[in-house]
């Protein structure tokens, strides 16, 4: 059998003295986790290990002994080899180390079932008699880690919730993670402390950091209460039934400021919530809405910063209007050439008249309708720029309203011309059934054979007639309409996509796998370390940090688009058809 | 260690290295040639000589400025993501495989398998453009189901030796993994 002995670097210079540490269930592996050094008082050692066991929750024993002779301490080789019949154990090793040698010798003294229930009983009395040295081929591999890296790391894929152990039993690396994440009391006796044991492992230099942390934490008690408190009164007041009526509940769930509210506050009351984060997602999850909400404020800073200092307002608002104005004028030019010989297709020239003065009224209405509102649109502005205080995402979620507000008349458009054209189209599919001898059952969703009348078929086939000669105009109408609409869309489709990378971007994840590589692990990786013969193999582990795109996959917040996300075909598809589509319908973003 | 020459499936010269470090432990490292002076000429030949081209009719200098920065963009992204200088992989008996490939750059992927996971390795055919290659290959098992394969992982998949090279990593795992 090949014995692995898990030992932390920072052991490797330790004074003589008793390894602490557990053994991994159902592996041949011990992990060492800290060295108490000589002198003890085994008592002590025996209570200290129960007491440490008692507030780690795992299994912790005393696996052996460790000796770095120095100069003065000979004959400790006996000693530390009778300290196994003071701490009895299944298995005992004993790690040497000369000075001024890289490599570790180990031997392992083991016991079998019925020596050791004699050992028990005949403690004093007999002196390793019924220990038997095992055979010279029991193999060790001494594998070095870093503690404070392993300690901190979390192994990923993680695991959701409890794991079933006899389905699944975790892998030995998984074991060997948790029981050093999990004797973390352990590393709190200090190397300077004046107590009756002294011990080597990993021990934390950042005392006074981690006071800042704790005052940190308790500083925060009181701003999630006022913050908790400031979103009960908002619940309050968005709860009240003014709102819940018809036409405002219905506008501001299609107004992207109102689902980037309503979002922010889904943030905010997680944040908010006195539980502490469960799990590791979790409070990763918590920590990259913290940090992401602080990015979107400060970059909001910097808008306002930007907006208020020259007056960009004013100019933004002066530009405003006559660009509407242009706007509305291209739209009235391109009119009148769809009514003449657009690209010298010869239209219907009484249906291209009508449609086209309808049109130019509704733009006269327009123009009429921005001049009215032109006084006004500075003030708007100047109140809407505030907005950016609650974030850049705020602002951004504004300016898309406002694009879609001011390009209402090309909405219009676009609706009146698909619907015109729908109309057609349904028409002609329901004629050519007509045409063809057949009909549409709406119970059993099937096309049947059907035997018209004379007249029927009569009326029908003039009617499928007229509306074929009369679909090119209102076709081209159509799709000069859509490739407007098909623009404000992308543009606010654009817009909603940075919107919700603001907002789902793990920033804090990135910069933990940025800064701190060995936090989020995706495994191991060993090298060998000393090559001296007559020496145990040892290999030094390392920590494999995750890919950046699987940290992003992973920990990116949800977004609130829950539409299922049209594919290119169904979106021509319906553009072929004439359906109206929509900037929210198909936003190209995934839900978690 | 014989001075065996072995090729890769293109017939181009590749080194295997065996190193030894225990009885428990083996690493095998197979170099592949360096990038040779004579594709990279060629390479930047074409493009530049292109790029004249180009700005002999157009007689923009922005053709030129682009083709030396495409040039310089495109050998710096060949040496980090694609020309892999060695892979070596190493075999820890009782605690796992663990493969790794280390670009020109010095970019290093390194990825572990447990040996809780691994059913065996094997050396497998497959189809590969117009020819029949040999590869070796690490076949994992599910811990739930252990007679079932879960999954294959390939290795040396940027030298691609041939067989013989093969058969002898081969006997060597199998030493080491048979050694319980």
């Known amino acids: 059998m090949v014995l692995k002995v898990f030992f932390p670097q920072c052991c490797n210079r330790a004074d003589s003295g008793l390894l602490v540490g557990r053994w991994i269930s159902g592996h041949d592996s011990a992990v060492v986790l800290a060295v108490v050094h000589y002198p003890f008082i085994p008592g002590q050692v025996k209570q200290y290990v129960q007491q440490m066991k008692a507030q780690s929750g795992g299994e912790l024993s005393v696996l052996g002994s460790w000796s770095l002779p120095k100069d003065g301490q000979e004959g400790m080789e006996s000693f530390l080899r009778d300290l196994s019949t003071i701490f009895p154990q299944e298995r005992w090793l004993q790690i040497n180390r000369q000075l001024g040698k890289t490599g570790f010798t180990c031997q392992v003294l083991q016991r079998d079932q019925n020596g050791k229930v004699i050992q028990r009983e005949t403690k004093k009395k007999v002196e390793g008699g019924d220990e038997e040295e095992e055979e010279e081929e029991e193999k060790v591999i001494f594998v070095h880690y870093e503690q404070k890296k392993v300690m901190f790391s979390q192994l990923h894929p993680l695991e959701n919730g409890v794991p079933d152990p006899k389905t699944d039993p975790p892998s030995e690396l998984r074991q060997m993670f948790q029981s050093v994440a999990g004797s973390a009391p352990l590393f709190f006796l200090d190397r300077y402390d004046d107590g009756p044991l002294k011990s080597t492992h990993w021990q934390s230099d950042g005392r006074e950091a981690s006071i800042l942390v704790e005052l940190l934490k308790q500083a925060s008690v009181p701003l999630c209460m006022l913050l908790g408190w400031l979103l009960s009164i908002w619940t309050w007041i968005s709860n009240a039934r003014v709102f819940s009526l018809f036409p405002l509940r219905f506008l501001s769930s299609k107004l992207s400021t109102c689902v980037q509210l309503s979002h922010r506050t889904e943030h905010m009351r997680t944040l908010s919530s006195a539980k502490p984060a469960a799990g590791h997602t979790h409070f990763i999850r918590k920590a990259n809405m913290v940090v992401s909400f602080l990015v979107d404020v400060s970059l909001g800073m910097l808008l306002i910063w930007w907006l208020y200092r020259d007056d960009h307002i004013s100019m933004l608002a002066n530009t405003l209007v006559p660009a509407a104005d242009h706007v509305a004028k291209e739209l009235e030019e391109l009119l009148q050439w769809l009514m003449g010989a657009p690209a010298g297709l010869k239209m219907n020239r009484a249906l291209d008249q009508v449609l086209g003065r309808f049109f130019l009224y509704h733009i006269h209405l327009w123009i009429s309708y921005i001049h009215l509102m032109s006084p006004f649109i500075e003030g708007i502005l100047w109140y809407g720029g505030l907005s950016a205080c609650f974030g850049l995402t705020f602002a951004l979620s504004l300016l898309s309203d406002m694009v879609a507000l001011l390009t209402f008349h090309i909405y219009c458009f676009y609706v009146y011309g698909a619907r015109l054209y729908c109309l057609k189209i349904y028409g002609l599919s329901s004629l050519w059934r007509l045409f063809r001898g057949k009909k549409w059952n709406v119970l059993r969703q099937r096309v049947d054979s059907c035997s018209y009348d004379l007249d029927q078929l009569f009326i029908g086939t003039l009617l499928f007639t007229v509306l074929l000669f009369l679909l090119p105009t209102t076709a081209l109408y159509y799709l000069v309409f859509t490739l407007l609409r098909l623009v404000v869309v992308l543009f606010q489709g654009v817009i909603h996509l940075s919107v919700d990378f603001i907002n789902s971007f793990p920033l804090f994840a990135v910069g933990l796998r940025l800064t701190r590589s060995h936090r989020l692990a995706e495994g191991v990786k060993f090298r060998v370390l000393c090559e001296e013969p007559g020496t145990a193999l040892h290999l030094l582990m390392e920590i494999n940090p995750l890919k950046c795109s699987t940290v992003v996959q992973n920990y990116r917040t949800p977004t609130y688009s829950c539409y299922p996300k049209d594919s290119w075909a169904a979106l021509i598809k319906k553009l072929f058809v004439g359906e109206l589509i929509y900037p929210w319908r198909h936003k190209t973003t995934k839900t978690d | ?180």
């Not at chain 2, 890769?8 to 290295?17: P, Q, T, V, Y």
């Not at chain 2, 493969?99 to 992927?109: H, I, K, N, Q, V």
């Not at chain 2, 992982?153 to 090279?165: D, G, H, T, W």
């Open chain 2, 1 to 180: 260690m014989e001075d065996e020459t072995f090729t890769d499936i293109n017939g181009k010269a590749i080194s295997l290295d065996c190193q030894s470090h225990s009885s428990l432990c083996r690493e095998f490292t197979v170099s592949v040639p360096k990038v040779s002076i004579g594709k990279v000429l060629v390479f930047t030949c074409s493009v530049w000589l292109l790029a004249y081209a180009v700005f002999f009719f157009t007689e923009n200098t922005a053709v030129l400025s682009s083709a030396i920065f495409v040039t310089l963009v495109g050998m710096m992204l060949y040496i980090h993501f694609v020309k892999v200088d060695h892979e070596s992989l190493i075999v820890i008996h009782s605690l796992g495989i663990q493969l790794s490939s280390s670009f020109a750059s010095g970019r290093e992927t390194t990825s572990f398998i447990e040996m809780s996971k691994i059913k065996d390795i094997v050396i497998n055919e497959a189809i590969y453009m117009h020819q029949i290659i040999y590869y070796l290959c690490v076949l994992l098992k599910d811990p739930s189901e252990p007679d079932a394969v879960s999954s294959v992982v390939p290795l040396f998949q940027s030298s691609k030796p041939r067989l013989n090279c093969l058969v002898k990593v081969y006997k060597s795992c199998q030493e080491i993994l048979s050694k319980c």
